[in-house]
């Protein structure tokens, strides 16, 4: 059974600081793509963060979180982070974390964890 757990999420001030932490089991989390999504209320959710399968070599950021989050993985703990930076109000939202596998039509979801930034 697939399970991906995000932590880290919570109330903090705008220019503050959140790590979130999303922990897989269940699948080869080396073989999977991560990626970072988040929603707010009475919008659709929207890719925040992605990294690739194997080292992550490669990383994408939605335009609104350039310069201020920053994607990573440790394979050996089956662990992605996000770390974010320079917080906004607008960047108050669920965030979700999603493992995904094209090559053989796998995706999971965890099941969110809360941002809120104001002050």
């Known amino acids: 059974q697939v399970q991906l757990v995000e932590s880290g999420g919570g109330l903090v001030q705008p220019g503050g600081s959140l790590r979130l932490s999303c922990v897989a089991s269940g699948l080869i989390f080396s073989a999977y793509a991560m990626g970072w999504y988040r929603q707010a209320p009475g919008k659709q959710r929207e890719l925040v963060a992605s990294?690739?399968?194997?080292?992550?070599?490669?990383?994408n950021y939605a335009d609104s979180v350039k310069g201020r989050f920053t994607i990573s993985r440790d394979n050996a703990k089956a662990t992605v982070y996000l770390q974010m930076n320079g917080l906004k109000p607008e960047d108050t939202a669920v965030y979700f974390c999603n493992a995904n596998r094209d090559t053989i039509g796998r995706s999971y979801w965890g099941q969110g964890t809360q941002v809120t930034v104001s002050s």
């Open positions: 990294i690739t399968s194997g080292s992550g070599g490669s990383t």
